[in-house]
């Protein structure tokens, strides 16, 4: 079975703190993909990041990055010097290799007060 | 190129009553899948189509039925509504293939059942 959790459910930060975000996920698949994606009051998710199951190179993009460790399951997001625009709701998510379907974490509402 | 949209953004109807609801992918996807999110279930995977097929699909009732059109447009129906179908109805589109694509999603619609 595949599970996505967020043990985090809320996270408030002042700006320009840096937070971490943290996603572990449960599949016996050998080829697997992992998403953030990012939902913000409006509602719609929006697409942040994808990580194939054979690629654990972190990445960076701007004040984002992302820590991928087959080892501990865990694909964790890092916002360095966290903006007010930030503050969203933030979902990791499973896709098997052969299936086009989504296993949502439950995702981590970040709170970034000024 | 458009992003993917949804119809209507709001919806309010009441017990026993049915919905349908309407998706339009981003040209040239022919991947459409529907969510339905709450606040005490989260994000869970409804069904996917591809090709006017239905390819996928997640652990709802049978109240709960889509479709796919020639043009890839996606049609969502939940007849006899119940109070604990109030959600915000999330579809995605992504391109042919099933094992890389990120899936895009659109703002939602938030149906209330009374």
């Known amino acids: 079975a595949q599970k996505v959790t967020q043990a985090q459910t809320e996270i408030s930060v002042v700006e320009k703190e840096d937070v971490t975000l943290d996603c572990v996920y449960e599949?016996?698949?050998?080829?697997?993909?992992l998403f953030w994606y990012k939902q913000p009051p409006s509602g719609e998710l929006v697409f942040l990041i994808r990580?194939?199951?054979?690629?654990?190179q972190n990445e960076i993009s701007g004040r984002y990055s992302w820590n991928f460790q087959k080892s501990t399951s865990s694909f964790n997001f890092t916002i360095t010097a966290s903006q007010v625009v930030d503050s969203a709701v933030y979902f990791c998510?499973?896709?098997?290799?052969?299936?086009?379907?989504?296993?949502f974490g439950s995702g981590t509402k970040l709170n970034v007060k000024p | 190129k458009a992003g993917v949209t949804q119809t209507p953004r709001y919806l309010i109807k009441t017990r026993g009553q049915q919905v349908t609801l309407s998706c339009s992918p981003i040209?040239?996807?022919?991947?459409v899948s529907w969510y339905q999110q709450t606040p005490g279930q989260g994000l869970q995977f409804l069904f996917e189509y591809f090709s006017e097929t239905q390819r996928n699909k997640g652990n709802f009732p049978g109240r709960f039925s889509g479709r796919q059109f020639s043009n890839s447009r996606s049609e969502m129906n939940v007849s006899t509504l119940e109070l604990g179908d109030s959600a915000l109805y999330l579809c995605?589109?992504?391109?042919?293939?099933?094992?890389?694509?990120?899936?895009?999603f659109g703002p939602g619609t938030r149906l209330t059942v009374l």
């Open positions: 599949t016996r698949d050998t080829t697997y993909y």
């Open positions: 040209s040239g996807h022919r991947s």
């Open positions: 995605a589109s992504s391109q042919e293939g099933e094992t890389y694509n990120e899936q895009f």
């Open positions: 990580r194939n199951s054979f690629d654990e």
């Open positions: 998510a499973l896709k098997r290799g052969n299936f086009n379907k989504f296993y």
